[in-house]
């Protein structure tokens, strides 16, 4: 049964775009800290070990923990809503990281940003696989992906010119007010199918959800694996800019463009890249939704080394753009995944679930365990302490993929599939 008062749903490509556009935010407000490593360390007088609990701990405690309620409210109420309400609130607490004064107010000010972020990822998610057929949903799962290095450029070198231009508070404040200014229209835009509402009512509490999920052993495999992988990356993406400035002696608008190029080329061509392959090699078996991610990051982790640590410039900016396509590339593929492991009602909660377990262990340990290794190794390596923390991670790639593989026979037959028509008469 549907609702027959609800408004005209827009076109799916708009919708699309919208969440994606709010998903560049998410990811934008994320790595402007990473930009801003050395100024805000400087600063506030921080250790390597401080920022890293900042970056890390701090946004991932109620980010990782809140995602699955709030989840659970936008499969019961609307998805859109919850998004939008979401973007005021962690573009709020974005703006207000640029009045921080001291360690504890930029920790509380991250947690803030924790807690809005947590309400925007698995609600996007579900909407689109509502909006898109399922031989089309990896490749629009995969675009707006396309928020991650989207993001992880803008925040870059967004934020480094901000910072070079007037200083690393109005970098904050600036992209605050940009990401609150956009939530009216995702208002007005963005709407639920008319059929969610009508199964809102009918959503089994999250208890039932998560009994779903976890008597499938390809859900843990493959958020375990999701878990290592986001470990090393997200650590990265927060570190890398520091370790350009410590070992190579970049500024902060030489280091945000020549990470941003990397981001960008790298990033957007590797995760359109997942969603591509995995509709198609996907459409005759479907275990190619964990093999993809799998082979690519067991080609990931030595070649992130190798850029790590070559000292030639032209060879690192080479040598890192391979990396940072591929440890992406699995996102169309296992998200698109997850949404097939649980009746269409769950899918938030289900993609709250994948999020709690792949952030808690992905955001919270990653930046964390770096700046904590980086003050362990500076009596050895000094300077260069934090370049070989970033390459002790890289193991965690190599963990993933072992964990991947052991998914692909599981998927088979973990997956469900939509009741909706074949994807001819859906086309």
Request: net charge positive; proline share 5%; hydrophobic share 55%.
């Amino acid at each position: 049964m549907t609702r027959t008062d609800a408004p005209r749903l827009r076109s799916p490509n708009l919708v699309l775009a919208l969440l994606l556009l709010a998903y560049i935010f998410n990811f934008l407000d994320r790595q402007i800290l990473g930009i801003l490593a050395g100024p805000i360390i400087a600063d506030l007088k921080l250790t390597d070990a401080e920022f890293g609990a900042i970056a890390g701990l701090a946004f991932a405690i109620l980010y990782s923990v809140l995602a699955v309620p709030l989840a659970m409210i936008a499969d019961r109420t609307s998805r859109s809503r919850v998004i939008a309400t979401a973007l005021v609130v962690w573009s709020g607490f974005t703006a207000l990281c640029g009045t921080a004064t001291s360690f504890l107010q930029l920790f509380l000010f991250r947690l803030g940003v924790g807690v809005g972020e947590a309400g925007g990822v698995a609600p996007s998610y579900a909407l689109i696989a509502d909006y898109f057929p399922a031989h089309k949903r990896a490749r629009a799962l995969a675009i707006f992906s396309l928020g991650v290095p989207l993001g992880l450029a803008a925040g870059t070198l967004i934020g480094a010119y901000l910072a070079w231009w007037i200083d690393w508070r109005a970098a904050f404040i600036v992209m605050g007010v940009a990401g609150i200014a956009l939530a009216p229209v995702m208002l007005l835009i963005v709407r639920d199918k008319p059929r969610d509402l009508s199964e809102a009512s009918s959503a089994p509490p999250l208890l039932s959800t998560f009994g779903i999920i976890a008597r499938k052993p390809s859900f843990w495999l493959m958020a375990t694996a999701a878990s290592c992988s986001s470990l090393a990356g997200y650590g990265l993406a927060l570190w890398t800019p520091t370790v350009l400035e410590r070992s190579f002696d970049l500024s902060i608008t030489a280091r945000g463009g020549f990470l941003a190029s990397i981001f960008l080329i790298g990033g957007t061509a590797g995760v359109f890249a997942g969603g591509w392959l995995a509709d198609r090699l996907g459409a005759t078996d479907r275990s190619w939704y964990a093999r993809l991610p799998a082979i690519a990051w067991l080609i990931t982790a030595p070649t992130f080394a190798a850029g790590l640590l070559v000292q030639d410039l032209r060879l690192v900016w080479v040598l890192l753009l391979i990396p940072n396509a591929l440890n992406i590339l699995w996102l169309g593929p296992v998200v698109t995944a997850v949404q097939h492991l649980v009746p269409r009602p769950l899918r938030s909660t289900a993609s709250a679930s994948f999020l709690l377990i792949n952030n808690l262990v992905g955001l919270g340990v990653g930046p964390t365990l770096i700046g904590a290794l980086s003050e362990l190794f500076k009596e050895r390596f000094g300077t260069e302490a934090l370049r070989y923390a970033a390459v002790s991670v890289l193991g965690f790639y190599l963990l993933a993929a072992f964990l991947m593989f052991f998914a692909v026979k599981r998927l088979r037959s973990d997956w469900i599939d939509d009741p909706e028509a074949s994807p001819a008469a859906t086309a």
